[in-house]
């Protein structure tokens, strides 16, 4: 096992190094301050990446009324999408901590790019889980790479790098509904198609991300950073990154809860049509994105153990609350679930990145995986869940995920520079 290794206090306002990554670019880069153009464009994809992959769990409703299927089914197209993700997240992160692939970006939005125009023409079951899968795919491609792309260009803000990079996605997951409501639910399954034209802009944009990122690699490998002597042990590593993966897990299984099934819960229990019950949608994945916005700099501004702490065990009242109240309740308490439970999520992967900052790629794609792994397999099991005891039910259940947030006690103080 290797050991963690806290760089020192200069080192830690230069980018994360990978081993083909020119180190005088990364202080140059630190030097500079923040690339703010290439934080815009990344988080810009990033925004255009999870608005199609958004579409999937928007277009549930036609789906499951065109093929006629039960939640099981329903569960197991997220399952397959976000397996397929979650999967392949941490080979693509460990392969390119080995070298750096700066047009990589671009090839993985192709896989998006089909995936989506297969959607639009599948009028099979098996059809539409290989078209998921083909988006799945993408999103392993795009996420770890781009998550490193975005802390090469922070200047040394790492948590607001990453904020600021989750941002475009949340926002992207939020217009997802709106865009099924406006577009899809009128015109169809068809009009899928349609939403190809938004990932050729996202190619265009990464190739050019790749073509600023192509002059940062070198053939030189660079000497290893030193440990910082207040670093936690091997073991305490180990224990905090199992702890994180805990957090995540509490966090993503009730996300997967909301953005799976909570427009048939609208419906269900209070009468609302499809479109309402994906505008409600759209509010909850609204405060998610501001969540996130605001996660980054609150961890870097007073430690990221005090943003998980908070992020995650303060939604218990809200959720407690969420499955006894009304439609306007019900909006009102989402929008806090939302906005505190998302907190977390830059906090985590960032604290998981200095944990063991020379294996970033693979941190990366390994959390990343993770919480779209868990996301697939908690909707497949959720959706199994709701066709034997009502939706009602599963969100009486899943109300106590946030309890695992007591966890975070576990979780070891970093050196004050590693913040």
Sequence with gaps: MNKPVIVSAEAQVAPVVVDDVDPRAAKAAAVAGPAYIVLGGISFSH???????????????????????????????????????????PVVGHFTDKKAQPFSLALGMGFTFFGLLLLSVAHHYSVILIAAALVGLGSAVFHPESARIARLASGGRHGMAQSVFQVGGNFGTAMGPVLAALIVVPFGQPSIAWFSSIAFVAIVVLWR??????????????????????A??????????????????????????????????????????TQTAQLFLFVFLGATAAGVFFGGPL???????????????????????????????????????????????PA???????????????????????????GGLGAAVLGR?????G??????????LPAIGLLAVFLPKMPRHAH
């Design 299 to 345: 961890g870097d501004r007073f430690g990221r153990r005090y943003v998980i702490w908070f992020s995650i065990l303060g939604t218990l009242p809200f959720t407690l609350a969420l499955p006894y109240v009304g439609l306007t309740a019900s909006a009102v308490l989402t929008v806090f679930i939302g906005f505190i439970l998302a907190s977390a999520t």
């Design 47 to 89: 925004f255009l990446n999870d608005t199609m992959q958004s579409l999937i769990p928007s277009v549930y409703p036609i789906l499951k009324a065109n093929y006629a299927l039960d939640f099981t089914q329903i569960g197991l197209i997220t399952l397959a999408f976000q397996f397929t993700a979650s999967l392949l997240q």
């Design 391 to 400: 939706i009602d039910f599963v969100y009486q259940i899943c109300a106590f």
């Design 385 to 389: 869940v709701a066709d034997h005891a």
């Design 232 to 273: 936690p042990s091997s073991r305490r590593v180990m224990t905090a990154l199992v702890v994180l993966v805990a957090l995540l897990f509490s966090k993503q299984l009730y996300m997967s809860s909301l953005s799976s099934y909570y427009t048939f819960y609208l419906i269900g229990k209070f009468g609302v049509s």
């Design 348 to 374: 985590i992967i960032v604290f998981a990145q200095e944990l063991m900052p020379h294996r970033f790629g693979m941190i990366s794609g390994v959390f990343f995986g993770f919480a779209f792994g868990i």
């Design 209 to 230: 991300i790749g073509i600023w990122y192509r002059p940062q690699i070198a053939r030189k490998k660079p000497a290893p950073a030193p440990r910082h002597p207040d």
